[in-house]
């Protein structure tokens, strides 16, 4: 199929960008990497009036270190994350995550800051960010807000982005004594999770502290595993998991998969994560 017909705006500056997005209001959709909202486009899942091309603005790319955070801005693509040496360094977690997003050709036009916009429950940046603490900034013409990955997601593709708001960068604090593990189950490599686990923690003698559980197809948003990170602290192994994961996990039914198959999958993946975590 086509897409419907629609207007183009290229603003140069993030100020021309939020007149346009204040003029044109719900009509208008902001264009990133293209890798979902193209093909939204192409299947009228989507009929905006006008997009609004974001890729020409400054300062909304780039990766950085300072102080106690690490710093990725919204147009940073997902293989530039993949292939940070700063990002492998101080957030191993998204070096981890990054290979199971599509394909390479997909990660090299896709932005991070397009995957937190379109908050996809089965997509890695947003769990990962969950299990990280990260914060988004989102600009407006009224200023800029920080706002904590737990606080954005809320409910199925729906955010707390305004509509005249944009990402432009997300900040991940740097964990130094922490480990991460990612793990997902596709049907294929390069296709969307069934269900996947960050985890991140603190290990002392094969014990788990600080531990923060983010799940990917877990719900009908990216989900902090509450109950199971409360159980798992501090041991090794734990009896109740199953349990636990049950009350913070409402998986929903795809094509292929049951919620409770899926349930039981995130199962397994949690006590594989906690024993790499442990190792
Ligand atoms: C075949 C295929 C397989 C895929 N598999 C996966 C996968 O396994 N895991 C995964 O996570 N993703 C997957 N994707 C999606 C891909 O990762 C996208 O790159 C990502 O979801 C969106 O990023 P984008 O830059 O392409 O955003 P776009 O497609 O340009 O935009 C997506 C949405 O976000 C909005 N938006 C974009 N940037 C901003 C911003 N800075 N501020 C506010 N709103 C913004 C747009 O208006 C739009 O609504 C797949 C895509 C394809 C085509």
């Known amino acids: 199929m086509k897409a419907p017909a629609f207007a183009y705006a290229r603003p140069r500056t993030l100020d021309e960008a939020f007149a346009l997005l204040e003029k044109h209001g719900a009509d208008a959709r902001i264009l990133a990497g293209g890798q979902s909202l193209v093909p939204m486009l192409n299947l009228r899942l989507a009929a905006p009036s006008i997009l609004i091309d ?3 603005l400054e300062g909304l790319s780039g990766i950085s270190v300072s102080g106690e955070r690490l710093t990725i801005g919204a147009l940073t693509t997902h293989r530039e994350i ?3 040496a700063d990002v492998a360094r101080h957030c191993p977690l998204l070096t ?3 290979p199971h997003i599509a394909h390479v050709a997909i990660r090299n036009s896709g932005t991070l800051g397009g995957s937190i916009a379109l908050a996809d429950p089965a997509a890695e ?3 990962c960010c969950l ?3 990260a914060s988004f900034t989102l600009a407006s013409r009224q200023g800029t807000r920080k706002v904590k990955a737990r606080d954005f ?3 199925l593709y729906a955010t ?3 509509p005249a708001e944009l990402v432009t960068n997300v900040e991940f604090p740097l964990l130094p004594k922490h480990r991460s593990v990612f793990l997902e189950l596709s049907r294929r490599r390069g296709d969307y999770a069934i269900v996947g686990v960050a985890a991140v923690a603190r290990v002392d003698a094969g014990k788990v502290h600080d531990l923060r559980l983010a799940y990917l197809g877990g719900g009908d948003v990216p989900k902090l595993a509450l109950h199971a990170m ?3 602290e501090g041991c090794a192994p734990v009896e109740t998991l199953a349990a636990e994961l049950a009350r913070d996990l409402s998986p929903l039914a795809d094509l292929e998969n049951k919620p409770d198959t899926k349930l039981h999958l995130a199962n397994v993946l949690t006590r594989r994560a906690l024993a790499a975590l442990a190792a």
Request: aromatic share 8%.
């Open 125 to 127: 940046w947003p769990a």
């Open 96 to 98: 981890q995550a990054a």
């Open 153 to 155: 997601f809320k409910g």
């Open 230 to 232: 409360k159980a798992a």
């Open 82 to 84: 993949e292939r940070s």
């Open 160 to 162: 707390a982005l305004g």
């Open 131 to 133: 299990a990280l603490d």
């Open 54 to 56: 974001i890729t020409s």
